[in-house]
């Protein structure tokens, strides 16, 4: 099955630095989200963006529909330990009937106090 | 709010046995989704359920899964007989209306591991 790509696929920075990734594909969305997933837990919707070029803000991330609308980037502000976690891109078809969401691959992030 | 209750959390069987794995979506969502998870991956939809009829289950390997969502509520997915490569986290989720606002509330998943 199709999965969006992600980079970086893992990260370990220190307490209070800013972290970038970002998802591409090969298809065009109408649909950007980003989930979060803990350990154990299942993944947890942190921003939602449903037109291209959309910046939108949800405390300390900040995620964009990039204007071709096959890419989109998530960045967190000064990192926090609670930060750790798999994050998850998520596209969902233009045109699909379903709505169906196509994940990404995932980028790990390791957050040291 | 109750959450997506998914049970049971773990399960260990050998391959060639039987597997199920129930799901009850929140109050009131209309859809229901089953995902599989496979370590180091993103979920990989399985079967997508509006009320109690399926909308897409393109990429369910038919020929071992099945799910069903008889009342339009609860749901429960089937694995028989189970491969190796069927080792996965299996994940329920819900969503209002048709899902489309891509907003799916996830329950804690049930983890496979098939010997």
């Known amino acids: 099955g199709q999965q969006l790509n992600q980079s970086p696929q893992s990260m370990f920075i220190q307490e209070g630095e800013d972290v970038s990734m970002n998802c591409t594909s090969s298809s065009i969305f109408n649909t950007w989200l980003w989930y979060k997933q803990d350990p154990g837990e299942g993944p947890v919707l942190l921003i939602a963006?449903?037109?291209?070029?959309e910046l939108t803000s949800n405390g300390r991330l900040t995620a964009q529909f990039g204007i071709t609308r096959k890419d989109s980037f998530l960045n967190i502000s000064a990192s926090i330990p609670s930060d750790v976690g798999i994050y998850f891109c998520a596209g969902q078809l233009a045109g699909g009937a379903t709505n169906k969401l196509i994940f990404g691959t995932g980028t790990l992030l390791a957050v040291q106090p | 709010e109750a959450g997506v209750a998914q049970s049971p959390r773990y399960k260990i069987i050998e391959k060639r046995q039987s597997v199920a794995f129930w799901c009850n979506p929140i109050s009131g969502h209309a859809t229901l989704y089953w995902y599989q998870q496979i370590l180091g991956q993103g979920p990989k939809l399985l079967i997508q359920f509006q009320n109690n009829g399926v909308v897409d289950d393109s990429q369910l390997p038919k020929d071992r899964f099945s799910a069903e969502r008889l009342k339009g509520v609860d749901s429960t997915l089937k694995i028989q007989p189970a491969k190796l490569e069927d080792s996965a986290v299996y994940l329920c989720?819900?969503?209002w209306g048709q899902g489309g606002t891509g907003e799916l509330f996830f329950g804690e998943g049930s983890r496979l591991t098939v010997l």
């Open positions: 963006l449903y037109k291209a070029g």
């Open positions: 989720a819900s969503s």
